[in-house]
């Protein structure tokens, strides 16, 4: 018995299949500014996916398309196989739960759970018993048992959004989106809503788009990421992937702390501003390129020795360690490094480091 059938025998709540979802070529264009250049992605049956990045990248907008809420300029989208876009938002049979999803005010949590049932046409609109039955089991999934006679404004923010996503399930959707469902609630809550969502995903098995800013909260949560940037799609990949792989210097220093530097290889030697780093690429030929380094990733060279070198500017505690930002090179560029707590060097000092794990990018 798989994931879904065991929940339908446990709850008896009947879900739509999850759906294969392919985005092919799709591209949005608001009068003559461009929100998303020919995105192509495939998600399979079940799958959680991330949609990451910065606030203007369009991941609102992929969501829109997929929900029918907004046409696409060019592009397919396809449900199962099945041409999408044709579906009027009604028949897509979709859940969404929206960072300010508000509520039905003046309905209970029961009601509101129940909405999308209730207002059917009346062919296809469960029984009253069968409708409440639905709603207590819904509850119980998203452990708010109890809390039914409520209305919204007697909820904590994170019970809110557990009902909005409750109401999303009730109408068995057989694709999710959630457009940064926890982005109004304080970091404690996120977390834990966080894992509570995965752990009702791989109950569930729907076919979920999660969108977020968040980098951790992205990587935590999602089976695969995938990070965008101004309308297109950066990299696709596990959180290892994109951590430990990144495809590009705007995806490394999105998913964390880093600095970037311009370098020169030459003779298989990393150069900055003419100077060797220490560091060493298998190439013989001569390029442009880019260095990227974090600051936990840094050991302190001793004078004299091959280095990055840079006077400190300002430094400040950060967890555990002591964060330098240093100015390096002729143009004044910056860097970011950790020390030990105790190194208490103080501005102006010139130092010199090199990072013991880095990335070459092209230039
Ligand atoms: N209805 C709209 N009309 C005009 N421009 C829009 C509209 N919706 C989004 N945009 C623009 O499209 C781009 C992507 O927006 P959006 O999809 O909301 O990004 P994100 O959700 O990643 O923050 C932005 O430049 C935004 O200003
Ligand atoms: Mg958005």
């Known amino acids: 018995m798989n994931a879904l059938t065991q929940l339908e025998a446990e709850t008896s709540i009947a879900l739509g299949a999850p759906v294969d979802v392919t985005i092919d070529a799709v591209a949005k264009d608001f009068g003559d500014s461009p929100a998303l250049f020919g995105v192509s992605l495939d998600v399979r049956a079940g799958e959680l996916v991330a949609l990451l990045g910065p606030s203007g990248s369009g991941k609102t907008t992929l969501l829109r398309i997929l ?8 592009g397919r989208v396809l449900f199962g196989g099945e041409d999408a876009l ?15 999803y508000a509520l039905f005010r003046h309905m209970t949590v029961f009601d509101n759970i129940a909405f999308g049932l209730t207002v059917r046409p009346r062919g296809s609109r469960p029984p009253k018993s069968e409708i409440r039955r639905r709603v207590l089991h819904l509850l119980d ?21 557990r009902v909005a996503l409750a109401r999303a399930l009730a109408i068995e959707p057989r694709l999710l989106l959630l457009d940064e469902p926890f982005g109004a609630l304080d970091a404690q809550v996120r977390k834990d809503l966080r894992r509570w969502l995965r752990e009702i995903h791989d ?6 788009f999660f969108v977020t800013h968040d980098q951790e909260e992205a990587l935590e ?14 990299q696709v990949g596990s959180a290892d992937d994109i951590y430990d792989r990144p495809a590009s210097p705007f995806v490394f220093s999105f998913i964390g702390e880093s600095t970037l530097l311009p370098v020169v ?21 001569r390029r442009e ?12 060279v001793e004078d004299g020795a091959p ?14 360690r002591r964060r330098l930002e240093l100015q390096v090179g002729p143009d004044h560029l910056r860097a970011e490094i950790d020390v030990e707590v105790g190194d208490e060097r103080p501005l102006g000092t010139l130092i010199g480091f090199r990072p013991e794990r880095w990335r070459i990018f092209p230039a």
């Open 289 to 300: 390129a880019v260095l990227g380094f974090r600051p936990h990733d840094v050991t302190l």
């Open 86 to 100: 044709g579906l009027p938002v009604q028949d897509r049979n979709i859940g969404f739960v929206f960072q300010h």
């Open 141 to 161: 999934l998203v452990q708010l048992t109890g809390l039914e006679k409520r209305y919204p404004t007697q909820l904590s923010g994170g019970q809110r959004q």
């Open 221 to 234: 949560l999602a089976d695969r990421v995938v990070v965008m940037s101004k309308g297109r799609i950066e």
């Open 203 to 208: 109950r569930t098995g729907h076919t979920t």
């Open 307 to 320: 280095a990055i070198r840079g006077r400190i500017v300002a430094t400040r505690r950060h967890g555990g």
């Open 265 to 285: 290889i030459e003779d298989g030697a990393v150069t900055f501003s003419g100077d060797p780093t220490g560091l060493a690429v298998n190439e013989a030929e």
């Open 67 to 74: 929900a029918g809420l907004e046409a696409p300029s060019s």
